[in-house]
């Protein structure tokens, strides 16, 4: 998500791909866990991570949106939770874009990137919490 918002070949397209393939793999993290014997990790776990954390709610509401193309139900309550709009910047010359995303739920907009690293630390430290990294 960095590089998205840093600059990176490819327009918009490119972008939102990115993103979205972030917030569907940020999400499918949780079965990959609990299907991998070695992890340790069950299915209540990841449920229990999940629910009490709002950020991975969100995460889970726009890769649900993304890989069923609508959000017909929601881990946050907010069936509005998606990808709104995003800022950018091209650098003529050399074939990059910079863009930044917003994300609605909850009644109000937030920035892409944050709302990414919040879930980003979150895996990090439940994973760290069970010596998986």
């Not at 918002?5 to 609990?34: C, M, N, Q």
């Not at 950018?88 to 920035?111: L, M």
Request: charged share 20%.
């Amino acid at each position: 998500m960095r590089g998205v918002y840093a600059g990176a070949p490819g327009g918009t397209d490119v972008a939102i791909d990115k993103v979205l393939s972030f917030f569907e793999t940020v999400h499918a993290l949780r079965d990959w866990l609990w299907n991998d014997p070695a992890s340790g990790v069950t299915k209540d776990d990841v449920h229990a991570l999940i629910g009490g954390s709002p950020v991975l709610q969100v995460c889970a509401d726009v890769a649900n949106g993304s890989k069923h193309f609508e959000l017909t139900s929601s881990q946050t309550g907010d069936l509005s939770t998606t990808v709104t709009r995003n800022d950018v910047a091209v650098f003529v010359g050399k074939g990059t874009s910079a863009h930044r995303f917003y994300i609605a739920f909850g009644g109000s907009e937030h920035d892409l990137l944050k709302v990414a690293e919040e879930a980003v630390d979150e895996w990090r430290k439940f994973l760290s919490g069970r010596h998986l990294i």
